[in-house]
């Protein structure tokens, strides 16, 4: 089955710990997102890269960082600098070029929380 | 920039009832329009989507939407709710040339027996 898998369903860190999200696709998708989820405030975009070894700044991307060093992986570090990053994280991916227009599928989700 | 909207953060309606969720958007160019579906704990599911084909578009589990141009709407109904259609829809543009997702805040749906 193809799909975008996210590991861990949930994650709990100390305040100060790195602490990095796995997403992985093998829908052979070139683009990849991060969201952020909030209570009352949808999603906001973290990061994205629409090719290997390059990647995008989006809305929020103040304390977190981002690697795409192959198609299929795109791994998020939450890092100590992030001031509140208790939230549900939502990996997605998508075609580019010619089907620019098709949708972003999204993986199940990641839940961190920070104590 | 472009931006959506979407009235009402939760939306209450009786089984059987029709489900109206309004979403209004605003692009400078003529979008790419699509409704998400996403059950508590879980991502987020694609129920329809709008690519400038017919401004009536119909998706999964009994649902459509109607992109107004005129209105710069984009609201999704179903025409008779059921238990399972409890959930929180998120309404969404993309620019026909980019590749980045604006997504309104999101309409909680409860459905009461």
């Known amino acids: 089955d193809g799909g975008i898998t996210q590991s861990p369903k949930y994650l709990f860190r100390k305040e100060g710990q790195n602490v990095t999200l796995s997403c992985e696709q093998n829908l052979n998708h070139d683009a990849m997102y991060w969201y952020r989820q909030d209570p009352g405030q949808g999603l906001r975009l973290i990061y994205y890269?629409?090719?290997?070894?390059?990647?995008q700044k989006g809305d929020i991307a103040e304390g977190y960082s981002v690697s795409r060093e192959k198609k299929e992986s795109f791994p998020l570090t939450v890092t100590s600098a992030q001031k509140n990053p208790t939230a549900f994280y939502l990996c997605a991916s998508k075609i580019t070029g010619t089907r620019a227009y098709n949708e972003q599928f999204f993986g199940p989700g990641t839940r961190l929380t920070v104590l | 920039a472009q931006s959506v909207t979407q009235l009402g953060s939760h939306v209450s309606v009786s089984e059987g009832a029709l489900v109206l969720l309004r979403c209004n958007y605003s692009?400078?160019?003529?979008?790419?329009l699509f409704w998400y579906v996403q059950y508590p704990n879980q991502g987020l599911q694609l129920l329809l989507k709008y690519t400038s084909a017919a401004t009536l578009v119909k998706g999964i589990n009994g649902f459509e939407a109607e992109f107004k141009k005129s209105e710069t709407s984009f609201h999704l109904t179903k025409p008779s709710a059921h238990m399972s259609d409890a959930a929180e829809y998120f309404c969404a543009v993309m620019q026909a040339a980019g590749n980045k997702l604006t997504f309104g805040g999101g309409t909680r749906v409860l459905v009461k027996p």
């Open positions: 890269s629409q090719i290997v070894n390059d990647f």
């Open positions: 692009s400078s160019v003529p979008p790419y």
